[in-house]
């Protein structure tokens, strides 16, 4: 069982950044594909970034691609996601995901989310 829990979200102008960190607990993550998700209000949940197990691989969205950063520190059991040049549309709720499979799906632990607020 892996426990997640997001944090550093929060309220910022159009061009600033946020960094949010993800924070895991239970069993090791460092086997585990790490994940970024996001739901803006009467959206679905979107992919936002995704980083390898051992974080020598990672895949962006492309509308995040060349703003957000996404990182891992096993040893500390957390996963970052450093967000640059922020614009009203990433509004959302950002959960951190875990997924034992491919880092593109097969997530099947999920942290309760934090909001990003991007005002114009």
């Known amino acids: 069982q892996v426990q997640l829990v997001e944090s550093g979200g929060g309220l910022v102008q159009a061009g600033g950044s946020l960094r949010l960190s993800c924070a895991a607990s239970?069993?090791?993550?460092?086997?585990?594909?790490m994940g970024w998700f996001r739901q803006a209000p009467g959206k679905e949940r979107e992919f936002v970034s995704a980083?390898?197990?051992?974080?020598?691989?990672?895949y962006y969205a492309d509308s995040v691609k060349g703003r957000f950063t996404i990182s891992r520190d096993n040893t500390k059991k957390t996963v970052s996601l450093q967000m640059n040049s922020l614009k009203p549309e990433d509004t959302a709720v950002y959960y951190c995901?875990?997924?034992?499979?491919?880092?593109?799906?097969?997530?099947?632990?999920w942290g309760q989310g934090t909001q990003v607020t991007v005002s114009s």
């Open positions: 239970g069993r090791t993550i460092s086997s585990y594909n």
């Open positions: 980083i390898s197990w051992i974080g020598d691989s990672t």
């Open positions: 995901a875990a997924s034992p499979g491919s880092p593109l799906a097969g997530y099947n632990y």
